[in-house]
């Protein structure tokens, strides 16, 4: 059982070591200088693929690995953790998730059959193109065009942003097929880079993610037959976009675990060898309440990652706008704390290009950017909550019965157990308010507070689940620096809610105020993470 991520055995936790183990030995050697000059790896790129990651979702017959939604958030999150390459493994998840599984799931058999095995294999690379220069996920602002005519469509119009756009041989287009300044007018299309009217406008430069390729793509009169119509036509947008997005609000979001796990390891690496003031730096109260909460919002963004995977793959035909984009919006945001805190840690050192944290800290910011911003996420995740009995059902689904009502018994944790019911009391208060949908600052602090609320009760129900050395003991210990913090950090937007139901918010202050300051669990927490990730060294 691998200490760093204690949620994984057998075949996930074995699949999870050699992905990662790959990306220590092959990826990570060169990743710097890589990273450093802004290139691409083609060899690298075919290594992985003759290794079956390139098609981890595909069906076997398309030369895919049939893998689940699972596989490839841990495949992602593998690959992180063992380079902090963000930037490769961006190319990989647009390609693998965004760029293909849109064929998978709307193609003919004859366009599957033409594209998927060459996208499995690496031969051909793959992307998405939807946002443009003057629209991202407003659809209605979307100008793209494509104008029927005999035997196929003209298409005009330009996209931007597009990750693998100066490599990419295959790309999903989505373009407005009618007057409709809707989401119902736009239709999506397989685009092949190499036809007449198909140009690389502009290579992009970036903040990070500088292992990947990013370019704007333009269109001038270029022809795409009726037979690359993907799906149905003026369905692109609603039947394609919407749910491709959330198959990357859910695996590409998981190289963000890659990324917190390889800052917990180094900064206590880092900060038991670095010497001030005559002592290790990770002596210091400062520097361990970073360390600790980090651990704390890694091991509960997997939970969530986890629950969202899973749920995806026993109900693959329901969709989840929900529990995707609260994934996406909780985990991107602690991620750029977590970032920050690790450049932090390391302190002069952690500000040169050469050190990996310092990577991390520019990579990260996509996360709350990409694939629709932390905003987009905060009104998706308010705007399709159904109600709380829909709510709290799809929260049940992750944990069999018998395990949540032992751990509702609250044993050991009766504080946070406290704040929850204080959490949901304000849910079922609010949630049908309609006054609640007439004001963004009510909307976010609603989405908000259903994030809070998610995050401490997975939390709360994993106390009782057996996850190898991390023990129960060690789970009580983190859920009360894991609440002290998560409602230290969303507590203002939820705070809005007062305007709805004022005594609901001072109950929830009320019960913030009694947990405990958890300066001993912290100090417990860093003797945890010496003893697993340091081992010997410690009593040396």
């Known amino acids: 059982m691998s200490f760093l991520n204690p949620y994984l055995k057998g075949e996930e936790e074995d699949f999870y070591n050699t992905v990662k183990d790959f990306a220590k030995v092959k990826v990570f050697p060169s990743v710097e200088q890589r990273d450093e000059e802004c290139t691409w790896d083609d060899d690298l790129w075919k290594e992985m693929g003759s290794m079956g990651l390139l098609g981890i979702p595909l069906p076997e017959e398309y030369g895919g690995q049939s893998g689940s939604c699972l596989q490839c958030c841990l495949a992602q999150e593998a690959f992180n953790a063992g380079s902090l390459d963000g930037g490769f493994g961006l190319s990989w998840g647009a390609h693998m998730i965004i760029g293909t599984l849109p064929i998978l799931f709307q193609g003919t058999d004859v366009q599957k059959r033409k594209y998927l095995p060459k996208l499995a294999s690496g031969e051909w690379i793959a992307g998405l193109g939807l946002t443009e220069p ?8 979307m100008r793209t065009f494509a104008e029927k005519t005999e ?22 287009i989505m373009a407005r097929t009618t007057k409709s300044r809707g989401p119902m007018g736009v239709s999506a299309f397989i685009v092949e880079a190499n ?7 502009k290579v992009l430069k970036k903040l990070g993610h500088n292992t990947s390729t990013t370019a704007e793509l333009s269109f001038h009169d270029m022809f795409v037959p009726d037979e690359n119509l993907l799906g149905p036509l003026n369905s692109g947008f609603l039947r394609i976009g919407k749910a491709t997005l959330e198959w990357e609000r859910t695996v590409l979001l998981a190289a963000l675990m890659g990324g917190m796990e390889s800052a917990v390891e180094s900064c206590i690496q880092y900060a038991w060898t670095r010497q001030q003031f005559g002592k290790p730096v990770l002596s210091f109260f400062a520097i361990k309440e970073k360390i600790a909460r980090t651990w704390a919002y890694l091991c509960a963004s997997r939970r969530i990652l986890y629950f969202v995977s899973r749920k995806k793959d026993n109900e693959p035909n329901v969709s989840l706008p929900m529990e995707s984009s609260l994934l996406k919006l909780f985990a ?8 920050s805190d690790a450049v932090q840690i390391f302190g002069g050192m952690g500000y040169m290009r050469e050190v990996p944290v310092s990577r991390f800290y520019r990579d990260v910011k996509l996360g709350t950017i990409g694939g629709g911003t932390s905003e987009v996420q905060r009104n998706i995740v308010s705007s399709t909550y159904g109600g709380y009995d829909k ?33 949901e009391n304000l849910i079922r208060s609010v ?3 309609p006054e609640r949908r007439k004001k963004q600052s009510l909307e976010f602090g609603f989405a908000d507070l259903l994030t809070v609320t998610v ?10 689940e057996q996850s190898g050395n991390y023990a129960k003991k060690d789970k009580e210990r983190d859920i009360k620096i894991l609440a002290y913090y998560i409602v230290a950090r969303y507590l203002r937007g939820i705070v809005y809610l007062k305007e709805l139901d004022k005594g609901a918010v001072l109950k929830i202050l009320n019960a913030f105020g009694n947990l405990s300051v958890p300066e001993t669990e912290i100090e417990d927490c860093i003797e945890f993470l010496k003893e697993g990730i340091l081992g010997a060294a410690v009593s040396a």
Not at 153 to 172: A, D, E, Q, R
Not at 399 to 422: C, F, M, Q, Y
């Open 391 to 423: 709510f709290l059902k799809s929260l049940e689904s992750a944990v069999p019965k018998e395990t949540r009502k032992l751990a509702d018994e609250k044993t050991g944790v009766n504080t946070v157990s406290e704040l929850i019911d204080s959490l």
């Open 455 to 464: 995050t401490l009760k997975l939390s709360l129900w994993d106390l009782t």
């Open 332 to 339: 991107s945001e602690v991620a750029e704390e977590i970032a």
């Open 431 to 433: 949630g049908d308010n």
């Open 134 to 141: 003057d629209s991202g996920s407003d659809a209605a602002g």
């Open 195 to 201: 036809w007449k009217g198909f140009q690389v406008s």
């Open 151 to 172: 035997g196929g469509f003209i298409l005009n119009g330009s996209k931007m942003y597009i990750t693998n756009g100066p490599i990419g041989h295959v790309f999903i």
